[in-house]
């Protein structure tokens, strides 16, 4: 590990002032994934700002009825929360299967949108990778590179790399809106639809927050009820990422709302998918999976993202 300067700001406008202010900051909350990536020396920030102790550890209820979700609470109060459990329990399902719960006692929400990749190309530094070393290339795109939990949607030639949050699509099927701190002291909301960014031909830019920017709060709105689930497909049934998982909003009349994590850069939905859901999953996923992609190894994430929701249809 490379050495570094450290500073815990007093609140989080000073800590967006400096993050933009020192070159190469970073920001450091639960850990769980920048301490690793710095151990690699993938990450190899010259000053690390500490956001514990901002008081963004709270879940409060908003006018609206929804909830605000301060970004340092950690993954395990956030999918034990009476609140989250009996109004939007897709969220706490989603966050269950994340992971192990010594990393969900750490890791934080503002933390998990922030994740990155865990393509194995973007990991070993002896490969080319566009996300760690832009205009490198895609190791996972060279002749016999190894696709097979790598994206299918919503890829491009530079990167094929996929989101691994289970929190983010279930936070993207319930149309959570992100809440920031600029580097002047402004406060601005993003959509999740708009908050992670496709690779395009900067696989390198993964969000769209400007430099130094600071995650305050999450929102979701008001209770959408229904009946919801979260189901992934891994390889193993814990510590693994997902090679497909589905959110599900469905209401009693067969109307409802579905995202998938595992095949793209981001929580994948689209609103003309959501309007085929009464039709049944073969229609969902013909137009939410409309232009894939998939590589040889990869082409089954297609026929498994159907079958599931198909089967939580079923359960549903």
């Known amino acids: 590990m490379r050495a570094f300067s450290y500073e815990k700001p007093a609140n989080p406008a000073d800590a967006a002032a400096r993050a933009a202010e020192v070159e190469g900051a970073k920001f450091l909350a639960g850990g769980t994934n920048l301490l690793d990536l710095m151990k690699l020396e993938i990450e190899a920030p010259a000053h690390v700002i500490d956001v514990n102790g901002l008081g963004l550890d709270e879940v409060t209820e908003t006018e609206e009825g929804g909830l605000r979700i301060g970004t ?20 706490t399902r989603a966050i269950a299967a994340g992971a192990t719960g010594q990393l969900r006692n750490k890791a934080t929400t503002g933390g ?3 994740q990155r990749t865990r393509c194995p190309y973007f990991y070993d530094t002896n490969m080319p990778c566009n996300k760690r070393v832009p205009g490198s290339g895609c190791g996972a795109l060279t002749e016999g590179a190894f696709s097979r939990q790598l ?11 996929t989101h691994p949050s289970d ?3 279930a936070m993207r099927v319930l149309d ?45 709105p008001a209770p959408v009820g229904g009946h919801q689930a979260y189901h992934k ?47 049944g999953a073969s229609a969902v996923m013909s137009v939410l999976l409309d232009g894939a992609q998939p590589t040889e190894e990869n082409a089954f994430k297609l026929t498994l993202a159907e079958r599931t929701l198909a089967a939580m249809l079923k359960e549903a």
Request: overall charge negative; glycine content about 6%.
């Open 72 to 91: 340092l609470v950690s993954n395990t109060a956030l999918s034990a929360h009476a609140r989250i459990r009996r109004n939007y329990p897709v969220l």
């Open 112 to 114: 998990n949108l922030l």
């Open 151 to 161: 994206g299918v949607i919503g890829t491009s030639d530079d990167c094929i790399a």
């Open 167 to 169: 929190m983010a699509v």
């Open 176 to 220: 959570a809106v992100v809440e920031t701190v600029t580097p002047d002291g402004m406060t601005r909301e993003i959509a999740l639809e708009d908050f992670h960014r496709l690779p395009g031909d900067t696989p390198q830019n993964e969000t769209a927050l400007m430099p130094g920017e600071l995650i305050t709060h999450v929102r979701l």
């Open 233 to 279: 497909v891994r390889d193993r049934a814990s510590y693994a990422f997902a090679l497909v998982s589905v959110a599900l909003v469905r209401q009693p009349d067969g109307t409802g709302r579905v995202a998938l994590g595992g095949v793209a850069p981001k929580p994948w939905r689209r609103a003309d998918a959501d309007a085929e859901l009464p039709n």
